[in-house]
């Protein structure tokens, strides 16, 4: 009885050592398992790229609050992509935008225009517009207070062949407003003004339709350009600029004899009529 009692307890002993030891086996994995979760998995390396801080349009010039750097997955890094360390954030300011770019999209310099290179003009005009130049008169038209971004009415001042009394002929100045609401992209090749400077421009460089361009072209050799600046605020009885025949949109034209009552009014095909015509007497009637 004692031997059978004495296998029992040894049996017991060993299930119990078996037990103890089946369960810390499993707190041990447990515990192996939770730390591996807890550890940070290994980062991903990484680089910084130029990237624009805000939107910027077609066409803006870039400034170094536009930009900044920005941390960017090594793998998914492309071969256009500014990095950090390779050029300064300085090295960009004054480039135009050739595309649009959105907040956080990568600066590259194929999508950026460096002044002094060609196509900077081209950056700047919208799809579909035309850059024309017109010259600017100091001393009659806005020159100095014209900028970049502003609108403008394109008018022509020529002089006009008009028939007179007895067949004769006579030259009259008239001015009439061939465009309106175009904007000026470029003054003496700057692209903007720079602290507000006063700039005595020669040239105004106009955004225009292609129509548009042909009527400046013939309206520079019909008589002067003039340039009027419009005001920021839009009336309300403005017209739109620019129709697809490339008028002004508005039929306004002043002649010299309403500049100067000194002047005689054109001699008119009507009244030219109303001159030369005679009144036959027959009888008890007229004929005229």
Known sequence: MRGRTLILFVV??????????????????????????????????????????????????????????QPWPEAGIDQAYIQSGSKPIEAFAGRVAREPFVPGEPITEAKTVEPGNGGVLAAVVRPGMRAVSVPVNNNSDVSGFVFPGDKVDVVVTETLSIAGTNGGAGQ???????????????????????????????????????????VIALAAEMGKLSLSLRSVVPSPTDEVAGDSSGNAGLDTHTLDSEVSPFLPKPFTQRDNLDADSVTVLRGNGKSG
């Open 12 to 69: 017991a002993i060993m299930l119990a050592g078996g037990t103890a030891m089946l369960v810390r086996s499993w707190l041990d994995q447990q515990h192996t398992v939770e730390v591996r979760a807890a550890a940070p998995s290994p980062a991903v390396p990484q680089k910084s790229v130029l990237v624009a801080r805000s939107a910027i349009a077609r066409g803006q010039k870039l400034k170094v609050t536009d930009l900044g750097w």
């Open 172 to 214: 009259r100045r008239a001015a009439e407003t061939v465009l309106t609401d175009v904007r000026v992209i470029a003054v003496d090749q700057k692209l903007d003004n720079k602290n507000g400077e006063v700039v005595i421009a020669k040239n105004a460089t106009l955004e225009v339709t292609p129509k548009q361009s042909e």
